[in-house]
């Protein structure tokens, strides 16, 4: 059963997904103007700062996402709430194999790298769901399989 929660966010990203535009860029300022210190948690879970280029406009696009560890790798989904197609920032990511992410205070650059099936990825989709559980909800939403990637910190 879907929380509330996810139920929610999969509203908003289908339905006003200008406001979720306007919820980030706002968080995103907030994030970088006290340099990590606020603007790092969504529902009190610790979030993170992607910054990858749009493949179509080559600008910079921030995004803010949660914040789940694998040693010193950060792993992500492209959940888009559990909508049909994948968020943009993930098709931009996918395009450009590279970004930049922001964890606190400390910036650094990452690339990236999408699991296919298999133990790598089970055992990235736990530590995904046990980190958000909502990850879980987002998937029973959608028959697409939500991509699961690893950010990895260029040596």
Not at 6 to 17: K, Y
Not at 66 to 86: T, V, W
Not at 96 to 110: F, Q, S
């Amino acid at each position: 059963m879907a929380s509330l929660t996810g139920r929610i966010a999969n509203f908003v990203s289908r339905r006003l997904p200008a406001l979720g535009r306007v919820g980030t860029r706002r968080q995103v300022s907030q994030f970088r103007a006290s340099k990590g210190s606020k603007g790092n948690r969504f529902m009190g879970r610790p979030i993170f700062l992607l910054d990858v280029v749009g493949r179509k406009s080559g600008e910079p696009r921030p995004v803010m996402l949660m914040l789940i560890r694998r040693g010193d790798d950060l792993l992500i989904c492209g959940s888009n709430g559990g909508n049909p197609e994948a968020p943009n920032w993930y098709k931009n990511l996918a395009a450009a194999g590279e970004a930049y992410v922001e964890v606190g205070d400390e910036r650094w650059a990452v690339n990236y790298r999408e699991l296919e099936e298999g133990p790598e990825r089970q055992e990235c989709w736990k530590l995904l769901t046990a980190g958000y559980p909502d990850f879980a909800s987002y998937q029973g939403f959608t028959d697409r399989r939500l991509p699961v990637g690893v950010l990895s910190r260029k040596a």
